[in-house]
């Protein structure tokens, strides 16, 4: 078991451009999430897949957003055409199917990736 | 609208006594609550769970209790390190949805 790893560890774009981050999760984790963080904030969801299948996407995922996990196993978010408000931790967690192992129930994240919009 | 409320940033305990963190919810719909610790330049680390059937869990110096009518839920640290010092959020769900964090609590143990 490696974790939860996330690349790149930050990212400093100038805004407008494209940015693209991928999360790895354990392999045995079906449950793959993504998570913004800003200054003095908690994580605030962004969407989340089951296996290949984006179940649920928040509110704060603007049409420039967009996650994908093809295949089940690694996922991708990518923002176009980036604002200095993108500015945030992006986290990424994973996790098995509530009632599976219910000592593992927590999400296990990743240490993120730092997007910088300047 | 904030589901998960934690109105203290700060807390700061000297080490071999008690920090208390606490946490308000609103939805009445939670059914699974966690606490989750974090250092900085890390990401959140899984600390300790409660199922709503629940009012007590302990695990080692970590105890969390529920208070499901005044939908209130306190994290308790006995006895407090400094290495304990770090920003601690409060989570909670419904079966199958994502979790909602509070705004975290810094506490700071000094020795």
């Known amino acids: 078991d490696t974790g939860v790893s996330q690349d790149p560890r930050h990212k400093i774009t100038k805004r407008g451009q494209n940015v693209t981050f991928r999360c790895d999760p354990i392999s045995e984790h079906n449950r793959l999430y993504w998570y913004r963080q800003t200054l003095g904030q908690g994580p605030e969801f962004l969407t989340y897949?089951?296996?290949?299948?984006?179940?649920?996407k928040s509110r704060l995922l603007s049409d420039r957003f967009s996650a994908e996990r093809p295949k089940g196993s690694f996922s991708t978010l990518e923002i176009q055409r980036t604002e200095q408000g993108d500015s945030a931790m992006y986290l990424c967690a994973s996790s098995r199917l509530a009632g599976q192992a219910k000592s593992n129930y927590g999400y296990t994240f990743g240490s993120g990736t730092r997007l910088t919009v300047v | 609208d904030q589901q998960v409320k934690q109105n203290s940033p700060s807390l700061s305990v000297q080490e071999g006594r008690i920090s208390i963190l606490n946490c308000d919810y609103t939805?009445?719909?939670?059914?699974?609550f966690l606490w989750y610790k974090k250092y900085p330049a890390e990401g959140p680390t899984f600390l300790i769970s409660i199922s709503s059937i629940k009012d007590k869990n302990e695990d080692g110096r970590f105890t969390v209790f529920l208070n499901k009518s005044a939908k209130h839920l306190s994290l308790h640290i006995v006895p407090s390190q400094p290495g304990d010092s770090a920003v601690y959020f409060c989570?909670?769900?419904?079966?199958?949805?994502?979790?909602?964090f509070g705004k975290g609590t810094t506490l700071s143990v000094s020795s």
């Open positions: 989570a909670a769900n419904q079966a199958g949805t994502a979790l909602i």
């Open positions: 897949f089951q296996n290949e299948a984006q179940l649920e």
């Open positions: 939805n009445s719909m939670f059914d699974y």
